[in-house]
């Protein structure tokens, strides 16, 4: 029995002086100690194992067994300090911490039981919150990433177009340019060849039909006159068609005359025969008739001075042709001169033509290189752009996948169970959300069961103690404290009075008295003389 009287803080020099009855109920609050102490050894092996990821068992009942004797060793000090006969408010302390403990202890085992108990909805839930995250996630990476793609792929294609057009630029000018060398490089003129080329050329377009050679003054003058010939012609000739078509309209009114019919001349009818409108008429037609044969005789003589005129201009055209012949001599120097210049200028083409191929096929492999770079570039921007899309999503997406399948952290089990609790399913029925009131009912009545049971069960041995009656023990245990804190008393009230005579006997000597007085300073009224 002496382990159970250990542990309801008794000493057994004391205690063996009390009657059977009196052990045997000291014995019985000792054993009350031992229920907290089972109690907060396993709900600490309870806590550990939930609380942590397959924690090692040798932890766990570790500190189970500190976390007990803890619990043990608080029980059994407040059971051998808790007093009686000592003053109520010191009871009360007492009392009241060991509520509080209790209630604490409670709290920490009852809200992992709590969340224990609603693991699998919290994880449904949590599991069903977490992969609606992870899908937008996944589908905003995933266009994200389609998005990156596609910019990698236009990079690529722009950078095949482009070194499509550079090359087909190149080849087009290159080979426009080629094909101008051979014309050049064997367009070599020898100036008197040239001359006596040209010489004969222009011989050679003189003697044909359709050459016409430069006009002299006289040839000018001759198609000067013709001009004007072919200018009066033409006047006379439209003067010879009026007239013509006035003597056609005076014959057609001299017939409507004679017949009594309204004409242009003379729009009011009259009687048919001759008279003197008639006669009007016809004077008018002789006059118009003697006119039209004078234009006619005109404008053949007309025609015979240009026949004449073409003569000359044909003479005149045969002596320029001669004179143009015979000039050509006198050109050969002007065309000595002309094939210099062009060969002079066939060099500057030739060297100006060669420099361009030149110069494009040094700038060719220089804008293939830039186009490189610049494709090198925006690759080097697109992979930093991939890396940065990679740093954002990835790591969040691992942390979700991995909090999926993994264990929840005592902060996401609380919020889980919150929102369990409290806060409809976002795929929740009108039914379920009307039942979403009653829930935090059933979670509460659950946590207070398990609450209480706790609660009640830690305060059974200073309830114990509190509840029963004043025994031997206790009267033995207070009579020396009783009678130490009297003398106490005495000794602090009657120490002025009589410093002088202790000091007689060696006592101021020891400075234990006055610290013990100082250190206990009481305003008591005088205790009775001290119990020998």
């Not at 089972?38 to 939930?50: E, P, Q, R, T």
């Not at 020898?190 to 016409?212: H, L, M, S, V």
């Amino acid at each position: 029995m002496r382990p159970l009287y250990w542990l309801a803080g008794a000493r057994w020099e004391t205690l063996r002086h009390c009657p059977p009855s009196e052990r045997e109920r000291i014995a019985v609050i000792g054993s009350t100690v031992l229920i907290p102490t089972v109690m907060s050894f396993l709900g600490m092996i309870f806590y550990a194992k939930n609380r942590f990821a397959e924690p090692p068992w040798f932890s766990v009942l570790a500190i189970a067994i500190a976390w007990a004797f803890v619990i043990m060793n608080t029980d059994r000090i407040l059971l051998a300090t808790y007093r009686p006969f000592q003053p109520w408010w010191r009871r009360f302390m007492q009392v009241v911490f060991r509520f509080a403990l209790s209630a604490v202890i409670s709290v920490a085992i009852s809200f992992p039981f709590c969340l224990d108990q609603y693991r699998p909805a919290i994880t449904f839930r949590m599991q069903t919150e977490l992969q609606g995250k992870l899908n937008t996630l996944r589908e905003e990476e995933a266009a994200k990433r389609a998005e990156l793609s596609a910019q990698l792929q236009k990079i690529r294609e722009d950078e095949t177009t482009a070194r499509k057009q550079i090359v087909a630029v190149y080849t087009t000018q290159h080979d426009a340019l080629t094909g101008q060398l051979p014309a050049l490089e064997t367009g070599i003129l020898n100036p008197e060849d040239y001359a006596d080329q040209r010489i004969e050329d222009e011989r050679r377009k003189a003697g044909e039909p359709e050459f016409i050679a430069p006009a002299s003054g006289e040839t000018r003058n001759v198609l000067a006159s013709i001009e004007a010939l072919k200018e009066t012609a033409a006047k006379t000739k439209a003067k010879l068609e009026e007239k013509q078509d006035l003597h056609e309209r005076l014959v057609e009114a001299i017939a409507r005359e004679s017949n009594g019919e309204p004409n242009e001349f003379y729009p009011e009818p009259k009687k048919a025969g001759f008279g003197p409108r008639t006669k009007d008429l016809t004077v008018r037609d002789k006059a118009v008739s003697v006119e039209i044969k004078r234009l006619d005789k005109a404008l053949s003589a007309q025609h015979e001075a240009l026949l004449t005129s073409d003569k000359e201009l044909a003479a005149a055209r045969l002596v320029d042709r001669n004179a143009y012949l015979d000039g050509l001599v006198g050109k050969r120097e002007a065309f000595i001169e002309e094939a210099k210049e062009k060969e002079r200028i066939r060099k500057e083409r030739l060297a100006k033509v060669n420099a361009e191929i030149a110069a494009i096929e040094i700038e060719h492999p220089q804008r293939l290189a830039r186009l490189a770079e610049q494709t090198a570039s925006l690759e080097t921007t697109h992979s930093s752009n991939s890396k940065r899309h990679d740093e954002r999503y990835l790591p969040h997406i691992q942390r979700i996948e991995r909090k999926m399948t993994g264990v929840l952290d005592p902060m996401e089990e609380t919020m889980g169970l919150y929102r369990v609790i409290f806060v409809p399913s976002p795929d929740a029925d009108p039914v379920e959300q009307g039942e979403q009131g009653q829930k935090w009912i059933a979670g509460l009545f659950q946590f207070l069961v398990i609450f209480g049971t706790l609660f009640i069960l830690d305060l059974v041995p200073i309830m114990t103690k509190v509840f029963s009656r004043a025994g031997p023990y206790d009267v033995l245990v207070e009579h020396p404290e009783f009678i130490a804190n009297a003398n106490l008393r005495v000794f602090h009230t009657e120490y002025s009075k009589h410093a002088e005579d202790w000091g007689i006997s060696g006592m101021v000597g020891q400075p234990s008295g006055r610290d013990l007085v100082k250190g206990n300073p009481r305003t008591t009224p005088p205790a009775p003389p001290p119990i020998a």
